[in-house]
């Protein structure tokens, strides 16, 4: 059977500052079982291959001129299972020493504050799928965007 693809074009809303991944869920969320997703892009979207990986969809990616990208998505992985977590690390080999040392056991988990250009929308995903809390928001300059992200226990994830 041949593969067909919808496409879809997030350049103009990349080069105006928008943020397009609500319309790409859109476009993956409609396609139908046989179809595939044909992206452009103004970067190479390497966080969006992990949250469409998780749901079932492998990629193949090309650079097509002035920095611009065609990313193809298809039909062909696993589909993630909810409340997976990432596989640790099978070595430390290659990096460096740390520089401090902390036992951290006893502590609460650490809360990180962020501010940003745009509204992270592949990070929420990650966050979740990790079991971590976080609250969001643009600040009255309309233009910052400030998350702040609290880790969960490792019982909270599972």
Known sequence: MTQS?????????????????G??????????PDQGLRLY???KPVPLFSVLEAKGFIHEAKEIGGGDWEVLFRRGGKPEMRGSQAAPAASTAGCPDPIQHM???DLEPPVLS???RREPMFLFPQLAKRGHIWRGGFEP????YKILIRAGHVSDAA
């Open 5 to 21: 693809y919808i496409d879809l074009d997030v350049r103009p809303i990349l080069r105006n500052g928008g943020e397009p991944f």
């Open 23 to 32: 319309k790409i869920m859109d476009a993956v969320t409609a396609l139908a």
């Open 41 to 43: 892009a103004t970067f």
């Open 103 to 105: 036992d951290n056991r």
């Open 114 to 116: 962020a501010l940003l």
């Open 141 to 144: 300059d309309g233009v910052t």
